[in-house]
């Protein structure tokens, strides 16, 4: 069990990292390819493998949410954006769907492997 959560989270993270660096060149192929790795490398069945596709999802938008709040925060982007502006949360809810691609290519990944 503890194996089996190991490979998830290294997954996961392998998944996210990824989805960070492909969703800048294509951006619909980083998430579908991130999750796949993210799915295939997590051991279980194809629930297990859509699972980290999504947690990988997620933390690429925490990751790329996190960016954007630090150019929010520098001198010649912060004069005008107000702190909390509303583009800022409509950009985050937006960013989710990469959690949703990654789902969809972690469970792709998870049928891939119970069929071998």
């Known amino acids: 069990m503890a194996e089996m959560k190991k490979f998830f989270w ?7 990292v990824i989805i960070i660096i492909i969703d800048l ?10 999750g796949f790795v993210a799915g295939f490398v997590a051991k279980g069945d194809v629930m297990n493998a859509g699972k980290a596709g ?3 999802g ?12 630090a150019g929010m ?3 010649p ?6 702190q909390a502006s509303t583009g800022y949360f409509l950009f985050i809810t937006l960013t989710l769907y990469l959690a ?5 290519g972690g469970l792709i990944a998870g049928a891939v492997r119970k069929s071998f």
């Open 77 to 82: 982007i912060a004069g005008y954006l107000p």
């Open 58 to 69: 997620i933390l690429a938008t925490m990751v790329i949410a996190l960016v954007i709040v």
């Open 10 to 16: 290294i997954g996961a993270g392998i998944g996210a």
């Open 54 to 56: 999504f947690v990988a």
């Open 100 to 104: 949703l691609f990654a789902l969809l």
């Open 73 to 75: 925060l520098s001198p």
């Open 25 to 34: 060149l294509v951006p619909f192929l980083g998430p579908l390819l991130g």
